[in-house]
């Protein structure tokens, strides 16, 4: 699925957020195609090259996204475990943790869930619980090496559990 860069505030729904917010969910992984070239005719939304404040912001609205729908999942998991409910007890604990990671701005793919948990965290569906690939997209010239923008973005992936690549969309 190509989805549409996401702008600040698309959790809030901004630009047409909400909309590609529902289309991220259900894929099995996703892969941030980041500007890594300086020059060229495109202009950038934010008015300079940054492929880290890039992917930042769209990992900020996809954290705040999956925050939001989390914290409204925990509430009602929280009243049906109160009531004796199992299924919901078992769900709760991976909730609890998933909601405390997101609460440190931090993807749902780093909380500590078991072997035990992994089925009820797959039905939560979280969009930052995904694997990530960070595709750096830059000149001809930096195809081969990479670049200073390049680096960057392969030290935030290694940092986060991601993984980075570099092409050249120019060659291609």
Known sequence: V???GLVRGASKGEGLGNKFLSHIREVDAICHVLRC???GEVTHVEGSIDPVRDA???ETELLLADLESMERRLDTAEKRAKGGDKEARAQLEVLE??????????PARTAEIT???QADFRLLQLITGKPVLYICNVDEDSAANGNDHTRAVEKMA?????AAVVVSAEIE
Do not use: K, N, S, Y
């Not at 998933?98 to 931090?106: D, F, H, I, P, W």
């Not at 290694?158 to 991601?162: D, I, N």
């Open 2 to 4: 190509d989805i549409a």
């Open 37 to 39: 070239f300086d020059g």
């Open 56 to 58: 930042e912001i769209v």
């Open 97 to 106: 943790a998933v909601v405390a990671v997101l609460r440190e701005g931090q």
């Open 115 to 117: 072997d035990d948990q």
């Open 158 to 162: 290694t940092e986060c559990g991601a």
